[in-house]
């Protein structure tokens, strides 16, 4: 009966012995895992940063709207792209019925500010599209505005777009 019991103690002793250190094997692993973990995701964090910092620190230098004739609908309806470039990149802004560029002696009668850098719109059926942009705290800033034969106010009901 002593050796049995001596036995299982030594086996007893030996699993936990076994255990524990399998136990502070994985512990370490997990804790590696873990700091490297945290040092991707810092990292990765750092270069949001980096990059949103670098974005917002650049002010926009020119802005330039104009458009792009797509063709027509059914029914003879024009279809225009209208295209934002900020500091030579592109994008379309819009699609609308009609399209041309408004020259900065025009803004007045289209109630647009003087110190807009860009405008366009027209006139199709009985309504109207306009847009102007600006530079606001070195970012581009894009207004839409529009007029109807119908309507009963005054004015383009110019809104902030982008």
């Excluded at 370490?28 to 990292?43: I, M, R």
């Excluded at 004739?69 to 030579?88: A, H, N, R, S, W």
């Amino acid at each position: 009966m002593n050796l049995r019991n001596g036995i299982f103690s030594c086996t007893l002793i030996a699993t936990s012995i076994l255990f524990t250190a399998c136990s502070s094997e994985a512990t370490k692993t997990t804790e590696k895992e873990t700091a490297t973990e945290k040092t991707v995701n810092e990292s990765e964090e750092l270069s949001k940063e980096e990059t949103t910092t670098q974005e917002e620190a650049t002010p926009v230098k020119s802005v330039k709207l104009s458009s792009k004739y797509l063709g027509e609908l059914d029914y003879g309806v024009p279809q225009y792209q209208v295209l934002l470039t900020i500091d030579g990149k592109k994008q379309i802004l819009d699609t609308v019925a009609a399209c041309a560029s408004i020259p900065a002696s025009n803004f007045k009668q289209y109630e647009i500010p003087a110190d807009a850098k860009s405008a366009c719109g027209g006139w199709f059926a009985g309504g109207g599209d306009y847009f102007y942009a600006t530079i606001t705290d070195g970012k581009a800033v894009v207004f839409q505005g529009w007029q109807d034969e119908g309507q009963e106010d005054d004015g383009y009901h110019w809104k902030e777009r982008k």
